[in-house]
């Protein structure tokens, strides 16, 4: 149930946000403004001068007053906000700033900050004996935990009427446990709290030594390999079966990579260098995916390890745009990248040749829904 404290957190949080966001445009186009007043080389003084100061310093006031007040004013909210069930629109919306402003969130103390918790039907989960003893009256002997990808949550495992949750945890007689994370953290900080999640989850689960499965989307597959790289020898680690990875950008994904492109080409002009920052308006975990995990952070030993790839353009040899399909990949993650292939053998990732799969024609988002991707899981599994 959606709370009426948590109405008025997400409103404060989002009036905390929008003033924010209103200062820094102000600031950037005083910027600009300034840029365009004293165009010549040297040190940029990004603040105008005289009248035009005067006028900025009032319009950033302003802008401040009015924030302050209505987040005080929606901190008052009572309880008459009425109570109703927990949206999955109000999770999606929460889900994307958290991926893009999520370091940010986290930084400032903002309500919207999403905390790492695991969940299941959408609600997170009291990790105690009692409370999992409570909730999974015939708990199963183990359990598949799913990592979902940047800016989503726990309930978009479940896409055009599919939940790869549900049904591979029914054929292995697993319980499905879904992650919910701030995809805005760095993806290191992000794999320190999942290995003391799943050590706390492993201590309390209704059954000893349980059997681990974990899923992973996208960045979801870096967060479970750098928790895993943290903690090689926790107990919880020599738990884990398998790792699966669906499209995950081991390697860096390409749209990261232009995003970088355009920060460049924007600082370069001399007007056009403060709209730089808006193309550095990318959380830590976006810009993580620049790179994928450091070249130390390998397959963890003991783990039955697969890569599993989208491939769109299949039939007439070209995708989107004329792109080779292997440039292409899933449309957001290319193909080698996502089956762990380097040029530099050092940087290799040793995923057995059997234990690699292309779906093709899938997309990156329609790896948690194609029939064959699940097919193969099954198989795998």
């Given at each position: 149930m959606?709370?009426?404290?948590?109405?008025?957190?997400?409103?404060q949080?989002?009036?905390?946000?929008?003033?924010?966001g209103?200062?820094?445009?102000?600031?950037?186009?005083?910027?600009m403004h300034?840029?365009?007043?004293?165009?010549l080389?040297?040190?940029?003084?990004e603040?105008?001068?005289?009248?035009t100061?005067l006028v900025y310093?009032?319009?950033?006031?302003?802008?401040?007053?009015?924030?302050?007040s209505?987040t005080?004013?929606?901190?008052?909210?009572?309880e008459?906000?009425?109570r109703?069930?927990?949206?999955?629109r109000r999770d999606?919306v929460?889900?994307?700033?958290?991926?893009?402003?999520?370091?940010?969130?986290?930084?400032t103390?903002?309500?919207?900050?999403?905390?790492?918790?695991?969940?299941?039907d959408?609600?997170?989960?009291?990790?105690?004996?009692?409370?999992?003893?409570?909730?999974?009256?015939?708990a199963?002997?183990?359990v598949?935990?799913?990592?979902?990808?940047?800016?989503?949550?726990?309930?978009?495992?479940r896409r055009k009427?599919?939940?790869?949750g549900?049904?591979?945890?029914?054929?292995l007689?697993?319980?499905?446990l879904y992650?919910?994370?701030?995809?805005?953290?760095p993806?290191?900080?992000?794999?320190?709290?999942?290995?003391?999640?799943?050590?706390?989850l492993?201590?309390?689960?209704?059954?000893?030594?349980?059997?681990v499965v974990?899923?992973?989307?996208?960045?979801?597959?870096?967060v479970?390999?750098s928790?895993?790289h943290?903690?090689p020898?926790?107990?919880?680690?020599?738990?884990v079966?398998?790792?699966?990875?669906?499209?995950?950008?081991?390697?860096?994904?390409?749209?990261?990579?232009a995003?970088?492109?355009?920060d460049?080409?924007?600082d370069a002009?001399?007007?056009?260098?403060?709209?730089?920052?808006?193309?550095?308006?990318?959380?830590a975990g976006?810009?993580?995916?620049?790179?994928?995990l450091?070249?130390?952070?390998?397959?963890?030993?003991?783990?039955?390890c697969?890569?599993?790839?989208?491939?769109?353009?299949?039939?007439?040899?070209?995708?989107a745009?004329?792109?080779?399909?292997?440039?292409?990949?899933?449309?957001?993650?290319?193909?080698?990248?996502?089956l762990?292939?380097h040029?530099?053998?050092?940087?290799r990732?040793?995923?057995?040749?059997?234990h690699?799969?292309?779906a093709?024609g899938?997309?990156?988002?329609d790896?948690?829904?194609s029939?064959?991707?699940?097919?193969?899981?099954?198989?795998?599994?």
């Amino acid at each position: 149930m959606k709370t009426p404290s948590r109405v008025a957190a997400d409103l404060q949080g989002a009036a905390r946000l929008a003033t924010e966001g209103s200062v820094a445009l102000v600031r950037l186009v005083e910027a600009m403004h300034a840029r365009i007043q004293r165009p010549l080389p040297g040190p940029a003084n990004e603040r105008t001068r005289g009248l035009t100061g005067l006028v900025y310093r009032g319009v950033h006031g302003v802008t401040r007053g009015v924030g302050m007040s209505t987040t005080a004013l929606l901190g008052l909210l009572p309880e008459a906000v009425e109570r109703g069930p927990r949206s999955p629109r109000r999770d999606a919306v929460v889900a994307a700033l958290n991926g893009v402003l999520g370091d940010h969130l986290a930084a400032t103390g903002n309500p919207l900050a999403q905390r790492m918790q695991l969940c299941c039907d959408g609600e997170p989960l009291v990790l105690t004996r009692g409370a999992l003893a409570a909730r999974f009256p015939s708990a199963s002997q183990g359990v598949l935990v799913l990592l979902h990808g940047l800016c989503m949550n726990d309930r978009q495992w479940r896409r055009k009427g599919h939940d790869h949750g549900a049904e591979l945890g029914a054929a292995l007689g697993l319980t499905p446990l879904y992650l919910r994370y701030n995809s805005g953290l760095p993806v290191t900080e992000n794999g320190r709290q999942f290995a003391a999640l799943m050590a706390t989850l492993l201590r309390v689960w209704p059954h000893a030594a349980p059997r681990v499965v974990l899923l992973a989307h996208s960045m979801g597959g870096l967060v479970a390999r750098s928790a895993l790289h943290k903690a090689p020898r926790a107990a919880w680690t020599r738990r884990v079966s398998d790792l699966v990875c669906l499209g995950t950008p081991h390697f860096g994904a390409p749209l990261e990579k232009a995003g970088r492109g355009v920060d460049l080409l924007l600082d370069a002009a001399p007007y056009a260098a403060p709209l730089a920052r808006l193309g550095k308006v990318r959380s830590a975990g976006i810009t993580d995916l620049r790179h994928g995990l450091d070249a130390d952070v390998g397959l963890p030993p003991g783990t039955r390890c697969w890569a599993l790839a989208g491939l769109l353009g299949e039939g007439d040899g070209k995708g989107a745009r004329g792109l080779a399909p292997h440039v292409l990949g899933d449309g957001l993650v290319r193909l080698n990248s996502a089956l762990g292939r380097h040029r530099d053998p050092a940087r290799r990732l040793p995923f057995p040749e059997a234990h690699q799969w292309v779906a093709e024609g899938v997309g990156h988002l329609d790896l948690l829904s194609s029939r064959a991707v699940a097919r193969q899981l099954r198989a795998w599994l």
